[in-house]
């Protein structure tokens, strides 16, 4: 009568190890599989970040100069030689284009004289703010791979303060202080920035002091 047994020198034992072994192998690369798969969900992710920030510089840059440039127009505007109209140069039937529509030319010069048959308008719209009730870009230009629409509202004026020797006196020079009747012209220009490929998009807005041919001055 014989036995067999089970010897770590055996068949069955060696058997035993190759199926652990294809076991740990397979087991090693589902999990490098797993962190490939994380590594590159992570980085994906991380450009998508970078992106979306780059992006959003981009447009609030886009944003500001439109801004700035809604500040030169009020001067050109203000400016004596001018006598309040928009000159021909800053129209976008020119050559090279300027940043006002020439369709809207008339609304331009109505809404920095602070006229009240002014339309009320935003940049963009619908839907629009109560008491809004059109978007008629005073400004609209393309800046690399956006499209910027701005607009351009008189808020207020008020005559420029000075004491009683200096309104005497026009101590603040020909057409300036108090004295003479300069009046400061409150202003806010609002400008939205819209990538054309992607629709991201930023608003900045801004307040600013003018006087009649003069400059201006960054309030908010």
């Known amino acids: 009568m014989t036995h067999d047994s089970l010897s770590i020198h055996g068949p069955g034992f060696r058997e035993d190890e190759q199926g652990i072994a294809m076991l740990s192998i397979l087991m090693l690369m589902l999990m490098l599989t797993v962190l490939g798969i994380g590594a590159m ?10 992106g979306f920030a780059s992006s959003m510089e981009g447009s609030s840059a886009a944003a500001d100069s439109c801004v700035a440039t809604g500040v030169k127009v009020i001067q050109q505007v203000l400016d004596v030689s001018n006598g309040m109209s928009v000159p021909t140069a800053l129209l976008n039937n020119q050559i090279p284009p300027g940043p006002v529509p ?22 963009t719209g619908p839907p629009f703010p109560a008491g809004i ?14 499209r910027v629409v ?24 020909t ?16 400008c939205v920035a819209t990538n054309t490929a992607t629709g991201m998009s930023s ?18």
Do not use: H
């Open 175 to 190: 057409a300036v202080g108090a004295g003479s009747g300069g009046i400061d012209y409150f202003y806010s220009v609002d």
């Open 41 to 50: 969900t992570i980085t994906g992710l991380e450009n998508r970040v970078a």
């Open 150 to 173: 701005g607009d351009i509202d008189m808020l207020y004026k008020k005559p420029r303060a000075g004491s009683g020797q200096q309104f005497g006196a026009a101590y603040d020079g």
């Open 102 to 123: 020439s369709g809207n030319k008339a609304q331009v010069e109505l809404e920095i004289s602070g006229d009240p048959t002014a339309l009320a308008d935003t940049p």
């Open 203 to 220: 608003r900045i807005s801004a307040i600013y002091s003018c006087l009649y041919n003069e400059g201006c001055t960054r309030k908010l």
């Open 133 to 146: 009730v059109a978007a008629v870009p005073n400004l609209d230009v393309i800046v690399g791979a956006y």
